[in-house]
Protein backbone atom coordinates (compact mmCIF):
# COMPACT_ATOMS: atom_id res chain seq x y z
CA UNK A 1 0.00 0.00 0.00
CA UNK A 2 3.07 2.81 0.70
CA UNK A 3 4.01 3.46 -2.76
CA UNK A 4 5.99 6.73 -2.12
CA UNK A 5 7.48 7.59 -5.94
CA UNK A 6 10.71 9.17 -6.18
CA UNK A 7 10.80 13.22 -6.56
CA UNK A 8 12.14 14.04 -9.57
CA UNK A 9 13.08 11.43 -10.87
CA UNK A 10 11.58 10.42 -14.00
CA UNK A 11 12.53 8.51 -17.34
CA UNK A 12 11.93 11.09 -20.09
CA UNK A 13 12.56 7.92 -22.72
CA UNK A 14 11.71 4.63 -22.61
CA UNK A 15 12.92 2.18 -25.29
CA UNK A 16 11.10 -1.09 -26.46
CA UNK A 17 12.72 -4.07 -26.99
CA UNK A 18 12.91 -5.68 -29.78
CA UNK A 19 11.05 -3.01 -31.79
CA UNK A 20 13.82 -0.37 -30.84
CA UNK A 21 10.86 2.09 -30.46
CA UNK A 22 11.26 5.25 -28.62
CA UNK A 23 8.35 7.26 -26.79
CA UNK A 24 8.64 10.66 -25.29
CA UNK A 25 6.61 11.26 -22.47
CA UNK A 26 6.07 15.35 -20.88
CA UNK A 27 7.00 15.08 -17.24
CA UNK A 28 4.56 17.29 -14.96
CA UNK A 29 6.27 20.49 -14.46
CA UNK A 30 6.76 19.29 -10.86
CA UNK A 31 6.50 15.40 -10.01
CA UNK A 32 4.46 14.56 -6.96
CA UNK A 33 4.42 11.22 -5.00
CA UNK A 34 1.39 9.85 -3.05
CA UNK A 35 3.18 10.02 0.29
CA UNK A 36 6.10 11.69 0.72
CA UNK A 37 7.23 11.04 4.55
CA UNK A 38 10.61 12.51 4.11
CA UNK A 39 9.97 16.25 5.25
CA UNK A 40 7.94 14.99 7.93
CA UNK A 41 11.28 13.00 9.46
CA UNK A 42 12.83 15.79 8.62
CA UNK A 43 10.76 18.08 11.14
CA UNK A 44 10.92 15.89 13.55
CA UNK A 45 14.18 13.74 13.29
CA UNK A 46 16.22 15.00 16.45
CA UNK A 47 13.44 14.45 19.12
CA UNK A 48 12.87 10.90 17.39
CA UNK A 49 16.86 9.97 17.41
CA UNK A 50 16.91 11.14 20.88
CA UNK A 51 13.78 8.69 22.14
CA UNK A 52 15.37 6.04 19.94
CA UNK A 53 18.90 6.28 21.84
CA UNK A 54 17.03 6.73 24.99
CA UNK A 55 15.82 2.77 23.99
CA UNK A 56 19.04 1.32 22.69
CA UNK A 57 20.77 2.86 26.35
CA UNK A 58 18.00 1.43 28.22
CA UNK A 59 17.97 -1.93 25.93
CA UNK A 60 14.33 -2.41 27.05
CA UNK A 61 12.88 -3.29 24.04
CA UNK A 62 9.67 -5.44 25.15
CA UNK A 63 6.48 -3.66 26.52
CA UNK A 64 7.53 -1.30 29.65
CA UNK A 65 7.67 2.13 29.71
CA UNK A 66 7.68 3.56 26.39
CA UNK A 67 4.79 1.24 25.63
CA UNK A 68 2.45 2.90 28.66
CA UNK A 69 2.94 6.27 28.20
CA UNK A 70 2.01 6.03 24.57
CA UNK A 71 -0.76 3.86 25.53
CA UNK A 72 -2.18 6.55 28.39
CA UNK A 73 -1.71 9.30 25.66
CA UNK A 74 -3.55 7.71 23.12
CA UNK A 75 -6.17 6.14 24.67
CA UNK A 76 -7.22 9.85 26.15
CA UNK A 77 -6.75 10.94 22.63
CA UNK A 78 -9.23 8.70 21.40
CA UNK A 79 -11.32 9.33 24.19
CA UNK A 80 -11.37 5.64 25.09
CA UNK A 81 -10.96 4.49 28.54
CA UNK A 82 -7.72 1.87 27.72
CA UNK A 83 -5.26 1.63 24.63
CA UNK A 84 -3.19 -1.06 24.11
CA UNK A 85 -0.10 -1.40 21.96
CA UNK A 86 0.08 -4.35 19.34
CA UNK A 87 1.84 -5.11 16.51
CA UNK A 88 0.38 -4.32 13.86
CA UNK A 89 -3.78 -3.17 12.43
CA UNK A 90 -4.06 -6.53 11.31
CA UNK A 91 -3.12 -8.19 14.33
CA UNK A 92 -5.34 -5.25 16.43
CA UNK A 93 -8.34 -6.62 14.19
CA UNK A 94 -7.40 -10.54 14.98
CA UNK A 95 -6.68 -10.20 18.91
CA UNK A 96 -10.15 -8.01 18.92
CA UNK A 97 -12.10 -11.12 17.50
CA UNK A 98 -10.18 -13.68 19.57
CA UNK A 99 -11.19 -11.84 22.79
CA UNK A 100 -14.60 -11.97 21.40
CA UNK A 101 -14.28 -15.55 21.08
CA UNK A 102 -14.97 -15.73 17.52
CA UNK A 103 -14.57 -19.38 15.99
CA UNK A 104 -15.22 -21.89 13.73
CA UNK A 105 -19.09 -21.56 12.65
CA UNK A 106 -19.57 -18.17 13.81
CA UNK A 107 -20.18 -15.03 11.20
CA UNK A 108 -18.96 -11.49 11.47
CA UNK A 109 -20.69 -8.65 9.17
CA UNK A 110 -17.90 -6.94 6.76
CA UNK A 111 -18.24 -3.79 4.75
CA UNK A 112 -17.47 -5.48 1.08
CA UNK A 113 -15.09 -2.77 0.28
CA UNK A 114 -11.97 -2.56 2.44
CA UNK A 115 -8.13 -3.51 3.00
CA UNK A 116 -8.33 -7.18 3.28
CA UNK A 117 -7.49 -7.44 6.84
CA UNK A 118 -10.96 -6.83 7.42
CA UNK A 119 -12.41 -9.76 6.13
CA UNK A 120 -8.79 -11.84 6.30
CA UNK A 121 -8.90 -11.98 10.01
CA UNK A 122 -12.45 -13.41 10.35
CA UNK A 123 -11.78 -16.05 7.90
CA UNK A 124 -8.60 -17.33 9.72
CA UNK A 125 -10.38 -17.63 12.60
CA UNK A 126 -12.51 -20.54 10.68
CA UNK A 127 -15.69 -17.73 11.10
CA UNK A 128 -17.26 -16.50 8.12
CA UNK A 129 -17.07 -13.07 6.82
CA UNK A 130 -20.47 -12.04 5.33
CA UNK A 131 -20.31 -9.01 3.61
CA UNK A 132 -22.71 -5.85 3.30
CA UNK A 133 -22.80 -3.15 0.00
CA UNK A 134 -21.34 0.18 0.84
CA UNK A 135 -22.76 3.47 0.59
CA UNK A 136 -21.26 5.91 -2.69
CA UNK A 137 -21.33 8.58 -0.91
CA UNK A 138 -19.18 7.78 1.92
CA UNK A 139 -17.69 4.33 0.99
CA UNK A 140 -18.47 2.98 4.51
CA UNK A 141 -21.15 0.03 4.49
CA UNK A 142 -24.32 0.32 4.01
CA UNK A 143 -25.62 0.63 7.62
CA UNK A 144 -29.22 0.17 6.45
CA UNK A 145 -28.30 -3.00 4.63
CA UNK A 146 -26.58 -4.59 7.43
CA UNK A 147 -30.04 -5.63 9.95
CA UNK A 148 -30.77 -8.52 6.93
CA UNK A 149 -27.53 -10.12 6.82
CA UNK A 150 -27.84 -10.81 10.72
CA UNK A 151 -28.36 -14.26 11.37
CA UNK A 152 -28.27 -16.80 15.02
CA UNK A 153 -24.66 -17.14 14.41
CA UNK A 154 -23.47 -13.18 14.12
CA UNK A 155 -21.02 -12.58 16.41
CA UNK A 156 -19.62 -9.22 15.72
CA UNK A 157 -20.49 -6.64 13.22
CA UNK A 158 -17.11 -4.84 12.20
CA UNK A 159 -17.30 -1.74 10.46
CA UNK A 160 -14.60 0.25 8.44
CA UNK A 161 -14.13 4.20 8.93
CA UNK A 162 -12.66 3.93 5.41
CA UNK A 163 -9.96 6.53 3.68
CA UNK A 164 -10.62 8.53 7.59
CA UNK A 165 -14.51 9.67 7.77
CA UNK A 166 -16.73 7.36 10.15
CA UNK A 167 -19.87 5.40 9.85
CA UNK A 168 -22.29 6.86 11.01
CA UNK A 169 -22.16 5.16 14.30
CA UNK A 170 -25.66 5.70 15.40
CA UNK A 171 -26.84 3.27 12.87
CA UNK A 172 -24.71 0.30 14.48
CA UNK A 173 -26.86 -0.36 16.96
CA UNK A 174 -27.99 -4.07 16.73
CA UNK A 175 -27.26 -5.84 19.84
CA UNK A 176 -23.68 -7.44 18.91
CA UNK A 177 -20.50 -6.32 19.21
CA UNK A 178 -19.17 -4.08 17.15
CA UNK A 179 -15.13 -3.83 16.57
CA UNK A 180 -14.73 -0.78 14.72
CA UNK A 181 -11.69 -1.27 12.21
CA UNK A 182 -10.26 2.72 12.59
CA UNK A 183 -6.84 1.29 10.88
CA UNK A 184 -7.53 4.52 8.74
CA UNK A 185 -8.90 6.98 10.95
CA UNK A 186 -7.32 7.82 14.22
CA UNK A 187 -8.93 11.23 15.37
CA UNK A 188 -11.83 10.99 12.87
CA UNK A 189 -14.98 12.30 14.53
CA UNK A 190 -19.02 11.54 14.64
CA UNK A 191 -20.98 13.44 16.96
CA UNK A 192 -17.44 14.82 18.66
CA UNK A 193 -16.84 11.07 19.73
CA UNK A 194 -13.61 10.31 18.22
CA UNK A 195 -12.57 6.67 16.15
CA UNK A 196 -11.79 3.88 18.50
CA UNK A 197 -14.72 5.29 21.03
CA UNK A 198 -18.09 3.57 19.96
CA UNK A 199 -17.40 0.06 19.60
CA UNK A 200 -16.89 -2.75 22.35
CA UNK A 201 -12.98 -2.94 20.66
CA UNK A 202 -11.53 -0.01 18.49
CA UNK A 203 -8.73 -0.82 16.11
CA UNK A 204 -5.99 1.01 14.72
CA UNK A 205 -2.89 0.54 12.58
CA UNK A 206 0.23 2.54 12.00
CA UNK A 207 1.61 1.13 9.25
CA UNK A 208 3.83 4.09 8.04
CA UNK A 209 1.54 5.81 5.94
CA UNK A 210 -1.28 5.83 8.20
CA UNK A 211 -1.53 9.43 9.48
CA UNK A 212 0.01 8.67 12.77
CA UNK A 213 3.15 5.84 11.24
CA UNK A 214 5.47 4.09 13.22
CA UNK A 215 8.76 3.00 11.56
CA UNK A 216 7.60 0.07 10.42
CA UNK A 217 4.79 -2.17 11.33
CA UNK A 218 2.50 -1.69 14.92
CA UNK A 219 -1.22 -0.88 15.70
CA UNK A 220 -3.48 -0.09 19.22
CA UNK A 221 -6.60 -1.41 20.12
CA UNK A 222 -8.80 0.85 22.34
CA UNK A 223 -11.77 -0.10 24.73
CA UNK A 224 -13.92 1.43 27.55
CA UNK A 225 -14.66 -2.38 28.95
CA UNK A 226 -12.52 -3.37 32.09
CA UNK A 227 -12.72 -6.61 30.92
CA UNK A 228 -12.48 -7.00 27.64
CA UNK A 229 -9.00 -5.01 28.29
CA UNK A 230 -7.84 -7.52 31.13
CA UNK A 231 -8.22 -9.60 28.37
CA UNK A 232 -6.61 -7.91 25.17
CA UNK A 233 -3.52 -7.27 27.49
CA UNK A 234 -3.33 -11.16 28.38
CA UNK A 235 -4.06 -12.11 24.63
CA UNK A 236 -1.46 -10.22 23.79
CA UNK A 237 1.37 -12.23 25.44
CA UNK A 238 -0.10 -15.74 24.71
CA UNK A 239 -2.83 -15.18 26.71
CA UNK A 240 -0.54 -15.60 30.14
CA UNK A 241 -0.87 -13.74 33.20
CA UNK A 242 1.07 -14.59 35.53
CA UNK A 243 4.00 -15.41 33.29
CA UNK A 244 4.24 -19.36 32.27
CA UNK A 245 0.72 -19.52 33.28
CA UNK A 246 -1.89 -19.65 30.15
CA UNK A 247 -5.51 -19.06 30.68
CA UNK A 248 -6.35 -18.42 26.90
CA UNK A 249 -4.34 -18.90 23.54
CA UNK A 250 -3.32 -16.00 22.58
CA UNK A 251 -0.48 -15.24 20.56
CA UNK A 252 2.30 -12.67 20.33
CA UNK A 253 0.83 -9.42 19.82
CA UNK A 254 3.44 -6.76 21.27
CA UNK A 255 3.69 -3.51 19.95
CA UNK A 256 7.82 -2.84 19.81
CA UNK A 257 9.09 -0.24 22.63
CA UNK A 258 11.21 1.22 20.23
CA UNK A 259 7.59 1.78 18.00
CA UNK A 260 5.91 2.95 21.02
CA UNK A 261 8.53 5.59 21.50
CA UNK A 262 8.58 6.77 18.21
CA UNK A 263 4.94 7.03 18.03
CA UNK A 264 4.94 9.03 21.16
CA UNK A 265 6.51 11.84 19.63
CA UNK A 266 4.96 11.60 16.58
CA UNK A 267 2.01 11.90 18.38
CA UNK A 268 2.49 14.80 19.61
CA UNK A 269 2.21 16.46 15.78
CA UNK A 270 -0.68 13.91 14.88
CA UNK A 271 -3.60 17.09 14.95
CA UNK A 272 -1.42 19.58 13.10
CA UNK A 273 -1.15 16.68 10.69
CA UNK A 274 -4.36 16.17 10.34
CA UNK A 275 -5.37 19.92 10.05
CA UNK A 276 -3.07 19.92 7.40
CA UNK A 277 -4.56 16.99 5.43
CA UNK A 278 -8.69 18.98 5.73
CA UNK A 279 -6.70 21.86 4.36
CA UNK A 280 -5.45 20.38 1.72
CA UNK A 281 -8.90 18.42 1.28
CA UNK A 282 -10.54 21.59 1.00
CA UNK A 283 -7.86 23.46 -1.54
CA UNK A 284 -8.68 20.28 -3.60
CA UNK A 285 -12.44 20.73 -3.23
CA UNK A 286 -12.27 24.30 -4.77
CA UNK A 287 -9.42 23.34 -7.51
CA UNK A 288 -11.85 20.52 -8.88
CA UNK A 289 -14.69 23.04 -7.71
CA UNK A 290 -17.66 22.61 -11.34
CA UNK A 291 -16.30 19.60 -12.70
CA UNK A 292 -18.89 17.07 -12.84
CA UNK A 293 -16.79 14.71 -14.74
CA UNK A 294 -15.24 13.98 -11.04
CA UNK A 295 -16.95 12.92 -7.88
CA UNK A 296 -15.03 14.13 -4.75
CA UNK A 297 -14.91 13.10 -1.55
CA UNK A 298 -17.47 15.01 0.80
CA UNK A 299 -17.02 15.48 4.79
CA UNK A 300 -21.05 14.64 5.48
CA UNK A 301 -22.67 16.56 8.41
CA UNK A 302 -21.63 15.73 11.85
CA UNK A 303 -18.53 14.29 11.06
CA UNK A 304 -14.84 15.42 11.45
CA UNK A 305 -12.93 13.38 8.40
CA UNK A 306 -9.15 13.05 8.59
CA UNK A 307 -8.07 11.99 4.91
CA UNK A 308 -5.79 9.22 5.35
CA UNK A 309 -6.90 8.92 1.83
CA UNK A 310 -8.53 11.79 -0.92
CA UNK A 311 -10.40 9.64 -3.02
CA UNK A 312 -12.47 10.96 -6.09
CA UNK A 313 -14.09 9.20 -8.65
CA UNK A 314 -14.73 9.25 -12.22
CA UNK A 315 -17.85 8.02 -13.82
CA UNK A 316 -15.86 7.39 -16.92
CA UNK A 317 -11.86 7.46 -17.48
CA UNK A 318 -10.37 6.04 -14.38
CA UNK A 319 -8.36 4.14 -15.93
CA UNK A 320 -6.79 6.55 -18.83
CA UNK A 321 -6.32 9.05 -15.95
CA UNK A 322 -4.75 6.91 -13.84
CA UNK A 323 -2.26 5.87 -16.46
CA UNK A 324 -1.39 9.35 -17.73
CA UNK A 325 -0.65 10.47 -14.29
CA UNK A 326 2.08 7.35 -13.40
CA UNK A 327 3.61 8.14 -16.62
CA UNK A 328 4.55 11.75 -15.76
CA UNK A 329 5.54 11.42 -11.97
CA UNK A 330 2.23 12.18 -10.26
CA UNK A 331 1.64 9.68 -7.45
CA UNK A 332 -1.73 7.77 -7.27
CA UNK A 333 -3.76 4.48 -6.23
CA UNK A 334 -6.39 2.34 -6.29
CA UNK A 335 -7.87 1.60 -2.91
CA UNK A 336 -8.99 -1.17 -3.56
CA UNK A 337 -9.03 -2.81 -7.49
CA UNK A 338 -10.96 -5.72 -6.33
CA UNK A 339 -13.87 -5.65 -4.26
CA UNK A 340 -13.54 -8.49 -0.58
CA UNK A 341 -16.29 -10.72 -2.25
CA UNK A 342 -14.34 -10.85 -5.56
CA UNK A 343 -11.45 -11.95 -4.05
CA UNK A 344 -10.11 -15.18 -5.00
CA UNK A 345 -9.66 -16.79 -1.77
CA UNK A 346 -13.26 -16.09 -0.77
CA UNK A 347 -14.53 -17.65 -4.05
CA UNK A 348 -15.53 -20.73 -1.86
CA UNK A 349 -18.09 -18.00 0.00
CA UNK A 350 -20.23 -17.57 -3.32
CA UNK A 351 -20.82 -14.02 -1.98
CA UNK A 352 -23.24 -13.00 -5.03
CA UNK A 353 -22.55 -9.30 -6.21
CA UNK A 354 -22.10 -5.68 -4.38
CA UNK A 355 -22.70 -3.13 -7.01
CA UNK A 356 -21.45 -0.50 -5.16
CA UNK A 357 -18.25 -1.99 -4.26
CA UNK A 358 -17.71 -2.82 -7.81
CA UNK A 359 -18.54 0.54 -8.92
CA UNK A 360 -16.04 1.77 -5.96
CA UNK A 361 -13.50 -0.66 -7.72
CA UNK A 362 -13.67 0.76 -10.85
CA UNK A 363 -14.23 4.36 -10.49
CA UNK A 364 -12.16 5.38 -7.74
CA UNK A 365 -8.50 6.64 -7.29
CA UNK A 366 -6.44 8.33 -4.75
CA UNK A 367 -4.60 11.45 -4.51
CA UNK A 368 -1.79 12.77 -2.66
CA UNK A 369 -3.24 14.89 0.46
CA UNK A 370 -0.47 14.36 2.85
CA UNK A 371 0.12 17.57 4.55
CA UNK A 372 3.38 19.15 3.26
CA UNK A 373 1.70 19.05 0.16
CA UNK A 374 2.02 22.52 -1.35
CA UNK A 375 -0.67 24.45 -3.62
CA UNK A 376 1.11 24.08 -6.62
CA UNK A 377 1.68 20.70 -6.15
CA UNK A 378 -2.05 20.29 -6.02
CA UNK A 379 -2.38 22.69 -8.96
CA UNK A 380 -0.23 20.26 -11.06
CA UNK A 381 -2.28 16.95 -9.87
CA UNK A 382 -5.60 18.80 -10.84
CA UNK A 383 -4.28 20.38 -14.09
CA UNK A 384 -2.93 16.64 -14.93
CA UNK A 385 -6.33 14.80 -13.64
CA UNK A 386 -8.05 17.10 -16.51
CA UNK A 387 -5.16 16.74 -18.84
CA UNK A 388 -5.39 12.69 -18.58
CA UNK A 389 -9.50 13.02 -19.64
CA UNK A 390 -8.82 15.03 -22.56
C1 LIG B 1 -9.00 -0.62 6.70
C2 LIG B 1 -7.75 -1.33 7.14
N1 LIG B 1 -7.86 -2.38 7.98
C3 LIG B 1 -6.78 -3.03 8.42
C4 LIG B 1 -5.50 -2.67 8.04
C5 LIG B 1 -4.34 -3.47 8.51
O1 LIG B 1 -3.35 -2.73 9.14
P1 LIG B 1 -1.82 -3.16 9.09
O2 LIG B 1 -1.32 -2.90 7.71
O3 LIG B 1 -1.18 -2.28 10.13
O4 LIG B 1 -1.75 -4.59 9.47
C6 LIG B 1 -5.34 -1.57 7.20
C7 LIG B 1 -3.99 -1.13 6.81
O5 LIG B 1 -3.57 -1.06 5.73
C8 LIG B 1 -6.48 -0.89 6.71
O6 LIG B 1 -6.38 0.14 5.88
Same mark, same amino acid.
Given at each position: ?????????????? %??????????????????????????????????????????? %? #???I?????????????????? &??????? %???????????????????????????????????????????????????????T???????? &?R???????????????????? =??????E??? #?????? =?? +?????? $??????? %???????L???G?????????????????????????? &???????????????? #????????????????E???????????????????????????? !??? $??????? =??????????????? +????????????????????? &???? =????????????A???????? !??????????? !?????
Open positions: MLTPQSGGSISLTR %SFAPLRMTIRYTPAAMPVPLLDLKPQYAAIRDEILRVTEEVYA %S #QHFLGKKVEDFERDFAAYCQA &KHAIGVS %SGTDALLIALMVLDVKSGDEVIVPAYSFFATAGVVARLGATPVFVDIDLADYNIAAQIKKRIT &KTKAIMPVHLYGQMVAMDQMD =FGLPIVDAA #QAVGAE =FD +GRRAGS $FGAIGCF %SFFPSKNGAFDAGAVTTNDDSLAEKLIDFRVHGMRP &KYFHHYVGGNFRIDAL #QAAILHVKFRYLEKWTGRRRNAKIYDELFAGDDRIILPRELPRH !RHV $FNQYVIR =FKDGRDRVMAHLKKI +GIGCEVYYPLTLPQQECFAYL &KPGR =FPNSETAASQSLIPVYPELT !REQMGEVVREI !RRGLE
